[in-house]
């Protein structure tokens, strides 16, 4: 069984989505879900079903024995950052070297980087009069949104659509397209077949 934990600061849909999709897998199970902040609604969701969630704050996040120690404990194989909003720290990355997606709502490597997250991103996107936006899952590196893109997909947008037009419809990727990604991920790296 692979062990797999999300990591999130926000509402959590993409989190509940894929705690739902490995639901009852054979192969993947949905260990942890880690946030940064405790009043993020991914931790009410990750409660609902039945999944151990753990807070850490960022100064705790940058305390290396802790963080490892918590990975250790649950058994964790491989991490999604799913909203996650901090910078992972060098030690984590090499420590899950090849073990660790991010999903970014953008095309990388355009609107990517340090303050490109959220509403952000869609804000950008408008602004530069895009005929499409999409979601990028990318492994993570020690650049902000700079690993190498695993996969994506795309949106047509309308001269029309309104930031919170184009953050929907890259949502509706997210939500049909991400945890397959993961699962086709965890394949190609042999960790199941």
Same mark, same amino acid.
């Given at each position: =069984?692979?062990?797999?934990?999300?990591?999130v600061?926000?509402?959590?849909?993409?989190?509940?989505?894929?705690?739902?999709?490995?639901?009852?897998?054979? +192969?993947?199970?949905?260990?942890?879900?880690?946030?940064?902040?405790?009043?993020?609604?991914?931790?009410?969701?990750?409660?609902?079903?039945?999944?151990?969630?753990?807070?850490?704050?960022?100064?705790e996040?940058?305390?290396?024995?802790?963080?490892?120690?918590?990975?250790?404990e649950?058994?964790?194989?491989?991490?999604?950052?799913?909203?996650?909003?901090? =910078?992972?720290?060098?030690?984590?990355?090499?420590?899950?070297d090849?073990?660790?997606?991010?999903?970014?709502p953008a095309?990388?490597?355009?609107f990517?980087?340090?303050? =490109?997250?959220?509403?952000?991103?869609?804000?950008?996107?408008?602004?530069?009069?895009?005929?499409?936006?999409g =979601?990028t899952v990318?492994?993570?590196?020690?650049?902000?949104?700079?690993?190498?893109?695993?996969?994506?997909?795309?949106?047509?947008?309308?001269?029309?659509?309104?930031?919170d037009?184009i953050?929907? +419809?890259?949502?509706q990727?997210?939500?049909?397209?991400?945890p397959?990604?993961?699962?086709?991920?965890l394949?190609?790296?042999?960790?199941i077949?």
């Amino acid at each position: =069984m692979v062990n797999l934990a999300i990591f999130v600061s926000g509402s959590g849909t993409n989190c509940e989505n894929i705690i739902r999709y490995f639901h009852n897998h054979p +192969k993947v199970t949905i260990s942890l879900v880690v946030s940064n902040k405790a009043d993020a609604y991914a931790l009410v969701r990750a409660q609902k079903l039945n999944v151990k969630s753990v807070v850490l704050r960022k100064s705790e996040f940058n305390d290396r024995e802790r963080v490892l120690g918590i990975m250790k404990e649950n058994h964790i194989d491989f991490i999604v950052l799913a909203g996650f909003l901090l =910078m992972i720290p060098d030690w984590l990355i090499a420590a899950y070297d090849h073990r660790m997606i991010n999903l970014h709502p953008a095309l990388l490597p355009k609107f990517g980087g340090l303050g =490109m997250y959220g509403h952000h991103v869609h804000e950008a996107v408008k602004e530069a009069e895009e005929v499409e936006t999409g =979601m990028t899952v990318h492994w993570v590196s020690n650049v902000c949104d700079d690993g190498e893109i695993i996969a994506q997909y795309k949106t047509a947008l309308l001269p029309s659509d309104s930031p919170d037009d184009i953050a929907e +419809k890259e949502h509706q990727l997210e939500m049909k397209h991400f945890p397959q990604i993961i699962e086709e991920t965890l394949v190609k790296e042999r960790l199941i077949e």
